[in-house]
Nanobody, 127 residues
Framework: QVQLVESGGGLVQAGGSLRLSCASS????????MGWFRQSPVKEREFVAA????????DYADSVKDRFTISRDNAKNTLYLQMNSLKPEDTADYYC????????????????????WGQGTQVTVSS
């Protein structure tokens, strides 16, 4: 069982930055592919970014590419999302998720591929 707890959300002006964290309670954090998703009142939950076991492979939604960076610290059992150049359309609840995979290089970009989810952290970007 893996428990995920997000933090770092808040209110920021457009053009600003935030760093989200996702702490995992599992002892095998390093064996999970990880990802970030977001959901706003006007959109269904959508993929944001994903990272493989070791962090060597990543993938991003086109809407956040070159602005967001996903990373992980397996020694600290923590996943991060650095968000720069934030836009009002980035306003959403952000969720981290963990996926059991058998391969170290796999990144998972679909919701159905994830086994565990956090409760979310709210990000609001004002114009």
């Amino acid at each position: 069982q893996v428990q995920l707890v997000e933090s770092g959300g808040g209110l920021v002006q457009a053009g600003g930055s935030l760093r989200l964290s996702c702490a995992s309670s599992g002892r095998t954090f390093s064996r999970y592919a990880m990802g970030w998703f977001r959901q706003s009142p006007v959109k269904e939950r959508e993929f944001v970014a994903a990272i493989s076991w070791s962090g060597g492979n990543t993938d991003y939604a086109d809407s956040v590419k070159d602005r967001f960076t996903i990373s992980r610290d397996n020694a600290k059992n923590t996943l991060y999302l650095q968000m720069n150049s934030l836009k009002p359309e980035d306003t959403a609840d952000y969720y981290c998720a963990a996926a059991r995979t058998s391969y170290t290089t796999v990144v998972v970009t679909t919701q159905s591929g994830y086994d565990y989810w956090g409760q979310g952290t709210q990000v609001t970007v004002s114009s």
